[in-house]
């Protein structure tokens, strides 16, 4: 039982230590991307529509410090055809709406950045970026959760449903 303890006080130092170096750039909200900052209130749904041929970008904020972190939790919906539609109004074979780019293993993105702050503060929050990239104009959801690496309990979600059009002129 203390092994276990130990074992995840270490993965959880691993976690934010290794998670906290980053060497990209802060994302921008250009001609390439589109930019969406996420509340982080307690089971929230908000919808977003993006553009095909421009990146969607999530931004959410958190925390990497508490050992929370957020997470998709719906990947295998994304990238499964049969779950993924809701509504899809393309004639490509691929059901595929939106397509996740920036994920590691854990499902989430080592896209993090820290607020700017003073020289020695620790604790500083930030935010995520997770990026997707549009496959198909049509309607899809994305789950976000703020959990722990190993935690299985129900906590802080959002839900993103995600509209993509064929151009500007459709937003």
């Known amino acids: 039982m203390e092994i276990n303890f130990k074992l995840k006080i270490i993965y959880q130092l691993l976690f934010v230590i290794i998670s906290s170096i980053n060497c990209h750039e802060v994302p921008v909200d250009d001609i390439n991307n589109q930019i969406f900052a996420l509340p982080q209130d307690k089971h929230t749904r908000i919808s977003v529509t993006g553009v095909l041929n421009k990146n969607l970008i999530i931004k959410i904020r958190g925390n990497k410090t508490t050992g929370y972190g957020w997470f998709v939790d ?23 709406i939106i ?54 309990s129900d906590q802080v979600k959002v839900e993103v449903d995600v509209k993509i059009v064929s151009s500007e002129t459709e937003l």
């Open 74 to 96: 719906n990947v295998d919906q994304l990238l499964n055809p049969s779950n993924n539609t809701i509504n899809n109004t393309s004639n490509n074979n691929s059901n595929i």
């Open 99 to 152: 397509k996740p780019m920036n994920l590691n293993d854990n499902f989430t993105t080592s896209d993090y950045f820290v607020d700017s702050h003073e020289r020695g503060m620790t604790g500083v929050g930030g935010y995520y970026y997770f990026k997707f990239k549009p496959m198909n104009e049509g309607e899809s959801k994305i789950v976000f959760t703020n959990k722990r690496p190993w935690d299985t």
